[in-house]
Nanobody
Framework: QVQLVESGGGLVQAGGSLRLSCAAS????????MGWYRQAPGKQRELVAI?????????NYADSVKGRFTISRDNAKNTMYLQMNSLKPEDTAVYYC???????????WGQGTQVTVSS
């Protein structure tokens, strides 16, 4: 039982920046990985970035955002962030927070937050 709440989305001009936050609550002990996904209208949901939770904070990024986005987390606060810089119109999407439990083979999702980048 994990609940995720995203915040920080909005409207920004190309080249601007936003920071998304994901606050997690509930039974987090089994969560191994958290990440950010996004979905544009008419498109499949895609992975943006993931980060290990237990230790090390290993990160991976989609090629499309590498060098522009930074994922981070504060395990003590059960909070994950996505710093988005040099935003492009192609980044426009609903961004979703995800938490994954390998032990229970289960995913949890936030409600999504809209990011719109104008050209």
């Amino acid at each position: 039982q994990v609940q995720l709440v995203e915040s920080g989305g909005g409207l920004v001009q190309a080249g601007g920046s936003l920071r998304l936050s994901c606050a997690a609550s509930g039974t987090m002990f089994s969560i191994n990985v958290m990440g950010w996904y996004r979905q544009a209208p008419g498109k499949q949901r895609e992975l943006v970035a993931i980060i290990g939770i237990g230790s090390g904070g290993t990160t991976n990024y989609a090629d499309s955002v590498k060098g522009r986005f930074t994922i981070s987390r504060d395990n003590a606060k059960n909070t994950m962030y996505l710093q988005m810089n040099s935003l492009k119109p192609e980044d426009t999407a609903v961004y979703y927070c995800n938490a994954h439990s390998t032990y229970y083979v289960k995913d949890y999702w936030g409600q999504g937050t809209q990011v719109t980048v104008s050209s």
